[in-house]
């Protein structure tokens, strides 16, 4: 007897709105780039209704074969959109099919919705539901971001699942032509299941940053905004909406003028990203020939086909910590060489700078457990867990040291407030040198070691340290939170997170005058970096080089080609005598209307 039963509850708005209501303007925050003109497919997630109940001993087997059933149906569904995804997408981007098939399949999980069946004696439909309640409950305690993602990633897993033993699937097939969906979130291989030609956008009233899902749409060049508040409520199927992923603005049923004006934006957009393009293999060097370093910042081997598109020169902060986010285990030296000489390698001689584990704070890793800590960010996070836990350490230099053969490896300690901290990183480093020496293991021994200015303290005594390291990478996010005292997680104090604080400013001049005067190379690494409005002040200190996402490279390249580093210094001058962020941000802005240069 099938009694797990499916309640369809698709909801969609009808467009009622009176002409009054034109020009609606909702706010979200935009994660891919972009701004189109499409007709809302609001998409609300059929409700699916499993009913839970006991069964007998007899009903045992029957429940075991119907889960078992059920998951190879599941196996066939999430193969055939792996596939579609592939064709589409490419094969780098089905990654995520081949984790959600390898979730389903998982031993501990499908073991567990087995014994639930027979210890509990509960039907299929209930012991799936629980078991992926109990993985969902464990990884939103993990204090840890991409955990939280994942969440999603199992939950999608569970209804593939839940929807195989009643026999029914979503479908997001045959949208009307020029859609922008509006859900509260999407799942990838509702993603997948999309036919992208009728696809214009995505407006998602939650949504992350780092989801899979925002991460494929940027992949497909979709524009999506996300966390946009009271919009799944108020705005109805069929309605004509602007999103502006620029701005993160949508306007709702907007009116001849506005559509007119908004054509006209979404014409100059592409234009500039075409334009963009061009400077790809130019360098940026200002009018009067000072040329700064742009970098790309990565966390996994996969960005790099974005870095080689834009043709960075090379990357100048890859996050080593990523590696060791979607594994249980922490990565063998072996992988870990693997993935640094697969991307030195790419980047054929050109500078890559790999920073050891920064883990704590905000991220935590599966494979070592960390503390409950009142304040995580002033606790036991990055080289303070890496002087501590030296098997972990070693290990990581090892193969860095050994991919260094390969390419221009960098190695960067994050996080360093003292001095005995640096020497004991560089003692450490010196003894793993020794043990490839011994060993016979080529590596290059005068590889270039620096660290992340990110700590008042080590900002506070650049000089000092500059003498002990190869170079600096100015981390700005890291530095604001400790300069200003602003959780940099902390939604409600976000206004004071600002790179415009004349305080962070102040530091970050004295920072790279210490460097200069020491005579080594300093770069910033923080989003600062990719901020174009600093930009004119990062050219007048005289920066060597600035790290960002790939997608900010050329946005900042076409802005440094507009500039004299002459003005600039000009304009450090100016900008260091005011007194507030918010007087500093419109001195910048006024520059660059003055200047006129496009962003
Ligand atoms: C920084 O703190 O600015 C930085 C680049 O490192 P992360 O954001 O990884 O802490
Ligand atoms: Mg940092």
Aim: aromatic share 6%; with cysteine; hydrophobic share 40%.
């Amino acid at each position: 007897m099938i009694r797990d039963k499916v309640k369809l509850a698709n909801k969609t708005g009808l467009n009622t709105r009176s002409a009054k209501e034109m020009n609606e303007v909702y706010q979200g925050v935009p994660v891919s780039k972009g701004i189109v003109i499409g007709k809302v497919y609001k998409y609300l997630k059929e409700e699916l209704i499993i009913e839970d109940y006991p069964i007998s001993e007899e009903e045992v087997l029957t429940e075991l074969e119907k889960l078992e059933e059920a998951r190879q149906r599941a196996n066939r569904f999430l193969k055939e959109i792996k596939e579609k995804a592939a064709s589409e997408l490419g094969s780098e981007e089905t990654k995520i099919f081949d984790a959600h098939i390898s979730m389903l399949n998982d031993p501990v999980v499908y073991g567990e919705m087995k014994d639930l069946i027979k210890k509990e004696k509960i039907n299929a439909g209930a012991a799936v539901k629980k078991a992926i309640q109990r993985i969902t409950d464990k990884f939103s305690r993990m204090d840890n971001e991409y955990f939280k993602e994942r969440i999603k990633d199992i939950q999608d897993v569970g209804n593939h699942l839940l929807r195989a033993l009643t026999g029914e699937i979503t479908s997001l097939q045959n949208l009307p032509e020029d859609s922008i969906i509006l859900a509260e979130d999407l799942t990838p291989s509702e993603i997948a299941l999309i036919d992208k030609d009728r696809l214009k956008g995505l407006i998602l009233s939650k949504g992350g940053k780092t989801s899979h899902t925002v991460i494929m749409a940027r992949g497909l060049m979709l524009p999506v905004i996300v966390n946009v508040e009271g919009i799944l409520d108020k705005v109805g199927h069929g309605e004509r909406v602007i999103l502006d992923a620029l701005s993160g603005e949508i306007v709702v049923e907007p009116d001849r003028e506005l559509l007119d004006k908004y054509r006209e934006k979404i014409n100059k957009y592409y234009r500039r990203q075409q334009k963009l393009f061009r400077l790809k293999d130019k360098s940026a060097t200002t009018i009067d020939g000072f040329t700064i370093g742009l970098s790309a910042n990565i966390g996994t081997d996969e960005e790099l086909r974005g870095v080689l598109e834009v043709n960075s020169e090379g990357i100048g902060l890859f996050r080593s910590e990523f590696l060791y986010m979607n594994t249980e285990e922490l990565p063998d030296e072996e992988k870990q060489f693997k993935v640094y000489r697969e991307v030195v390698e790419e980047m054929a001689g050109k500078p890559v700078i790999i920073r050891t584990l920064d883990t704590g704070g905000d991220k935590g890793l599966p494979g070592l457990e960390l503390p409950d800590e009142l304040n995580p960010f002033l606790g036991w996070r990055a080289i303070r867990i890496s002087l501590e836990r030296r098997d972990i350490f070693k290990t990581q230099l090892k193969a860095l040291l050994r991919a260094r053969y390969y390419g221009n490896l960098k190695i960067m300690f994050p996080l360093i407030s003292s001095l005995e901290e640096l020497r004991e990183a560089k003692r450490i480093l010196k003894e793993v040198k020794g043990e490839l020496d011994r060993a016979g293991i080529p590596y290059d021994p005068d590889i270039e070691v620096g660290m992340m200015v990110e700590v008042p303290a080590a900002a506070i005594l650049a000089d000092i340290f500059a003498r002990e390291v190869d170079f600096f990478s100015i981390g700005t996010n890291d530095l604001i939170q400790y300069i200003v005292a602003v959780d940099r997680t902390n939604d409600k104090i976000a206004n004071l997170n600002t790179p415009y604080h004349p305080a962070v400013l102040r530091v970050i001049k004295e920072v790279v005058e210490a460097a200069y005067r020491a005579g080594i190379w300093v770069g910033i690494c923080g989003e600062a970096g990719g901020d174009s409005l600093l930009t004119p002040f990062f050219i007048g200190l005289g920066v060597n080089e600035l790290s960002m996402s790939v997608g900010a490279i050329l946005e900042i390249k076409d802005v440094v080609r507009q500039l004299k580093r002459e003005e600039c210094k000009g304009i450090v001058e100016d900008v260091l005598k005011l007194s507030t962020a918010e007087e500093v941000k419109e001195y910048l802005t006024e520059v660059r209307k003055k200047k006129s240069y496009e962003i």
